[in-house]
């Protein structure tokens, strides 16, 4: 016999047996299923969460008060970490290489207008916010720039709270109260939507001036600057550390790249999606489990058909092929199926559930249906062999 006629004789027997064949497959065609279903919503959430990290830009570095790192100072050093201040900010503005700097101070408070009142993130910053984050008003202006050291009471609006306040109506100039102050309605940002939870489109962004003493705060939260694409951001790093170091004495600040932030969060995502992967491959055991069991109990229900095929001259190569290839075919068809199923409901739900992220992982699709083959041929190997060392006469007598 040739490798087609074994491979024929092969399908012949799982036809032969369609209940068996199927409920043999069942445990690979879910667990395959499994396996992609879950992948692709951890793939998909992958992408979100970069897509989320990305959309303000690569080219960022962020500057937090206060040394992430153990280092070895004393206690009365470090007692001594001065704040970042509205004055570093501009000092970081004239390095070489930054184009442009955002101070940055968060918190909530209180915002009324005449009629309508609640509670709100309240964002203070700069005039570069739509350069370094890439967000853009869709009416009126941004804040104004120049103003650090004495800024006006301005405020720009989110496009939620803009139409929660004033619904249909224009609030450009408009007066809102912020805490005990009164600013004026200067812009409407764009649409931009959650990231990460946190609601960018219900917001109000005020100088960052203002929101340090709006919130009774010395230091500022954060400096976000833009470096430009033709400047090594190894070099950015050293002119930062080594300006901030002058101003405040000591190394009591953290500096974090976006590259930096996006590598971190991708091998995260990476070990997520690793782990729904191997919940999923939990079901594959199962599945080899019941191709082991079929596939012995199947040598016990054949000896006769074993003991007919040594006895017409079938040498034992044969016949552990014969069973190993119906392992074989048994994993590599309940295998294509899952990976049918699997592509079938990722696309469906996708279709049902827009809101849901998912998004086929292909490297897993793959790595997937090549175990369900592995698992037939580790399946199929012990009742293979032990269907081989059958003697024809015992085989035939056990009819």
């Given at each position: 016999?040739?490798?087609?006629?074994?491979?024929?004789?092969?399908?012949?027997?799982?036809?032969?047996?369609?209940?068996?064949?199927?409920?043999?497959?069942?445990?690979?065609?879910?667990?395959?299923?499994?396996?992609?279903?879950?992948?692709?919503?951890?793939?998909?959430?992958?992408?979100?969460?970069?897509?989320?990290?990305?959309?303000?830009?690569?080219?960022?570095?962020?500057?937090?008060?206060?040394?992430?790192?153990?280092?070895?100072?004393?206690?009365?050093?470090?007692?001594?970490?001065?704040?970042?201040?509205?004055?570093?900010?501009?000092?970081?503005?004239?390095?070489?290489?930054?184009?442009?700097?955002?101070?940055?101070?968060?918190?909530?408070?209180?915002?009324?207008?005449?009629?309508?009142?609640?509670?709100?993130?309240?964002?203070?910053?700069?005039?570069?916010?739509?350069?370094?984050?890439?967000?853009?008003?869709?009416?009126?202006?941004?804040?104004?720039?120049?103003?650090?050291?004495?800024?006006?009471?301005?405020?720009?609006?989110?496009?939620?709270?803009?139409?929660?306040?004033?619904?249909?109506?224009?609030?450009?100039?408009?007066?809102i109260r912020i805490g005990t102050d009164r600013y004026r309605v200067l812009g409407v940002m764009e649409k931009k939507g959650q990231m990460l939870g946190y609601d960018m489109d219900d917001s109000v962004y005020i100088p960052a001036a203002k929101a340090l003493a709006l919130f009774d705060r010395e230091s500022l939260m954060e400096i976000d600057l833009l470096y430009g694409n033709n400047v090594s951001v190894a070099s950015v790093l050293k002119s930062i550390k080594q300006l901030l170091m002058a101003r405040h004495g000591l190394e009591d600040f953290t500096l974090i790249t976006q590259n930096q932030m996006l590598a971190s969060m991708d091998s995260i995502l990476n070990i997520l999606t690793m782990a729904v992967a191997a919940l999923g491959g939990i079901s594959l055991l199962v599945g080899s489990v019941g191709i082991i069991t079929i596939m012995t109990i199947a040598v016990s229900e054949r000896v006769s058909e074993i003991g007919l095929l040594r006895a017409i001259g079938a040498e034992r190569s044969i016949i552990f092929k014969l069973f190993l290839f119906e392992a074989l075919s048994l994993s590599a068809v309940g295998g294509l199926i899952g990976v049918l199923a699997g592509i079938g409901i990722v696309g469906l739900t996708s279709k049902l559930v827009p809101a849901l992220p998912t998004e086929l992982a292909w490297s897993y699709i793959t790595a997937a249906f090549i175990l369900s083959l592995l698992i037939g041929i580790i399946s199929g190997v012990i009742p293979a062999i032990r269907a081989s060392r059958l003697e024809p006469l015992q085989a035939l007598h056990s009819e």
């Open positions: 016999m040739n490798f087609f006629d074994i491979l024929l004789l092969s399908f012949r027997t799982i036809t032969a047996y369609k209940l068996r064949s199927a409920l043999t497959s069942l445990g690979l065609i879910i667990g395959i299923a499994a396996v992609i279903i879950l992948t692709s919503l951890g793939r998909g959430l992958h992408s979100l969460v970069i897509a989320e990290f990305t959309q303000f830009g690569t080219n960022i570095i962020g500057i937090h008060p206060g040394k992430k790192s153990t280092f070895g100072l004393s206690g009365a050093t470090i007692s001594t970490v001065r704040p970042l201040s509205m004055t570093d900010a501009a000092s970081l503005g004239k390095l070489g290489g930054i184009l442009a700097v955002v101070p940055v101070v968060q918190g909530n408070a209180r915002v009324e207008t005449d009629t309508k009142q609640r509670r709100t993130n309240v964002i203070g910053a700069g005039a570069a916010v739509p350069q370094v984050w890439q967000i853009r008003t869709q009416l009126g202006q941004f804040l104004p720039s120049g103003e650090d050291a004495h800024p006006r009471a301005f405020a720009v609006l989110g496009d939620k709270l803009a139409s929660e306040l004033f619904g249909q109506t224009s609030p450009l100039g408009k007066r």
